[in-house]
């Protein structure tokens, strides 16, 4: 029994491994939005730049034929600049995220990059100019230093350290027993929202992208943690050209502009001041989420208790 039992045993080692590096594949896929329909045209031409002009002129997009959910969006965000897109729940935000890392083309009107449309470029070299801090960061089974390194092979100790340093997670890695080599993800330690998107923040720190989105998460952080990852995105953010999807109005009130998206449509933009001025749909946001902060439990101020 003993003799079936050690080689019974490697082969359900040997299954478990490709389970998780199945599940790992997966997860890579679904971090680098691999759309087999979108495949670079025979004459793209790789993007080479170092500040990065954004343009979206006129976009209509359906993720299917039959159902519409981007109309005549225009915008610009000049290079290094920051433009914050809010509204409520399925208005297209994340869409305009998903377009510009082209995992997706669009139906009609054009983005651009310098002038150049997202068409004509390699999908490598567009991917390697943006840096994403996603709603919820991916992590692999594997060390923390890794999922920092990720993506970056080419990196030294020195710049994963400083990344993690810049990130403000340094700290947080050197008090764990195994600092950098620690195992983190499904198999490994468990890391907070706040933790993660710090990974994903010295991921793009790394990377050193000129262009920069973020998709702030859903779920609210505890707030000194959202305010310090605020903190720190105000840091990368300076000089790149940032396009943030926010859920959370106050976190862009000195955002360069705000667009402020109904169905997929702007139906507003502005400066945050400005759109309090004109009292319209922003306005309304504003004071909700006002009225909603104030009465959240766990946000109340210790005198009120
Ligand atoms: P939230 O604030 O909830 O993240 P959002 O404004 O970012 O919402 P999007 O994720 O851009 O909204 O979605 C816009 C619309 O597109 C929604 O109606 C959604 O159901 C639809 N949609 C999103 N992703 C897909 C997809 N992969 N396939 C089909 N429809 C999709």
Redesign the pocket.
């Known amino acids: 029994l003993l003799q079936l039992y050690a080689p019974l045993n490697f082969l359900g080692f040997v299954y478990r491994e490709i389970k998780h590096s199945l599940a790992d594949m997966e997860k890579m896929f679904t971090l680098l939005g691999q759309n087999a329909e979108i495949k670079d045209s025979a004459d793209a031409l790789p993007l080479q730049a170092q500040r990065a002009n954004v343009r979206f002129e006129n976009v209509d997009f359906?993720?299917?034929n039959n159902?519409q959910?981007?109309h005549g969006v225009s915008f610009e965000v000049p290079a290094g600049h920051t433009v914050a897109?809010v509204?409520?729940?399925?208005?297209?935000?994340?869409?305009?995220?998903?377009l510009l890392y082209r995992f997706y083309d669009v139906s009609s009107g054009s983005i651009s990059i310098n002038g150049h449309d997202l068409r004509a470029l390699t999908q490598g070299s567009l991917r390697q100019h943006i840096g994403i801090v996603p709603?919820d960061t991916v992590l692999f089974n594997d060390t923390i230093y890794y999922n920092i390194a990720y993506g970056q092979p080419d990196a030294s100790r020195e710049e994963v350290i400083d990344a993690a340093r810049s990130a403000h997670i340094y700290d947080f890695i050197m008090s764990l027993p195994d600092g950098f080599d620690t195992m983190v993800g499904e198999r490994g330690l468990k890391l907070s929202g706040g933790e993660k998107q710090r990974v994903a923040i010295a991921r793009t720190i790394l990377k050193n992208p000129p262009i920069l989105i973020f998709?702030e998460a859903?779920s609210a952080l505890d707030s000194k943690t959202e305010r310090s990852i605020q903190a720190e995105l105000k840091e990368i953010s300076a000089n790149r050209t940032t396009l943030v999807?926010a859920?959370r109005l106050s976190t862009i009130a000195d955002a360069d502009e705000i667009l402020v998206?109904e169905a997929?449509r702007v139906v507003e933009r502005g400066h945050h001041r400005a759109l309090l001025a004109a009292n319209g749909v922003y306005a309304r946001l504003w004071s909700m989420q006002q009225h909603e902060a104030e009465h959240a439990p766990g946000d109340k101020p210790v005198d009120a208790i």
């Open positions: 359906g993720y299917e159902r959910i981007l897109v509204g409520s729940s399925g208005a297209g935000k994340s869409t305009l995220s998903r709603q998709d859903t999807i859920h998206m997929g």
